[in-house]
T-cell receptor, first 114, second 114 residues
Framework: EAEVAQSPRYKITEKSQAVAFWCDPISGHATLYWYRQILGQGPELLVQFQDESVVDDSQLPKDRFSAERLKGVDSTLKIQPAELGDSAMYLC????????????FGPGTRLLVL | AQSVAQPEDQVNVAEGNPLTVKCTYSVSGNPYLFWYVQYPNRGLQFLLKYITGDNLVKGSYGFEAEFNKSQTSFHLKKPSALVSDSALYFCAVRGPYGNNRLAFGKGNQVVVIP
């Protein structure tokens, strides 16, 4: 069964450093999402891609966060500089184009900023 | 904008008893409804969805959910809970148009007591 891949699984960094997370969606899934999940809360959308284009980044803190999906396949989310409040789980998800299709999640990257 | 309410923070149930996790939603147009489960330090796993058709939807691990349009509800149920069902459960809704984002509830912690 195909899965969404993410790396690293865990990341510890100091504030003001740069961090990057990688996601490889399920093959054939045109839509890719990055979410942030604070402990004990539901996921919050950061950015949505349709192929290589950003279709929703209204919740992305653009002064420090950036995301790209250059070839419309895998994607990278970057934080520079990291702040203490960025400590969270970062989840990647993907689905086929139709809104009725299921959105599948990767295992996530747990970030701790010290 | 679409939204989900999961009114209970935690649901406690004895092993072998029926389990119900409540969800109500708000969305423009016909809803696409989803349930996910999350275990500690893991991504969200898809359980089931309602798109159209029969109001009773059956999913993974013996879970089912009933769509009630008049009450705008989509409660998750399992006839006989297992200790391994202890996890965090999220309800989510998306509208049928364009790139509407998937809106998640805050989650319900389910504790199955042996």
């Amino acid at each position: 069964e195909a899965e969404v891949a993410q790396s690293p699984r865990y990341k510890i960094t100091e504030k003001s450093q740069a961090v990057a997370f990688w996601c490889d969606p399920i093959s054939g899934h045109a839509t890719l999402y990055w979410y942030r999940q604070i402990l004990g809360q539901g996921p919050e959308l950061l950015v949505q891609f349709q192929d290589e284009s950003v279709v929703d980044d209204s919740q992305l803190p653009k002064d420090r966060f950036s995301a790209e999906r250059l070839k419309g396949v895998d994607s990278t989310l970057k934080i520079q500089p990291a702040e203490l409040g960025d400590s969270a789980m970062y989840l990647c998800a993907s689905r086929r184009g139709d809104p009725a299709e299921t959105q599948y999640f990767g295992p996530g990257t747990r970030l701790l900023v010290l | 904008a679409q939204s989900v309410a999961q009114p209970e923070d935690q649901v406690n149930v004895a092993e072998g008893n029926p389990l119900t996790v409540k969800c109500t939603y708000s969305v423009s147009g016909n809803p696409y409804l989803f349930w996910y489960v999350q275990y500690p330090n893991r991504g969200l796993q898809f359980l089931l969805k309602y798109i159209t058709g029969d109001n009773l939807v059956k999913g993974s691990y013996g879970f089912e959910a009933e769509f009630n349009k008049s009450q705008t509800s989509f409660h998750l149920k399992k006839p006989s809970a297992l200790v391994s069902d202890s996890a965090l459960y999220f309800c989510a809704v998306r509208g049928p148009y364009g790139n509407n984002r998937l809106a998640f509830g805050k989650g319900n912690q389910v504790v199955v007591i042996p």
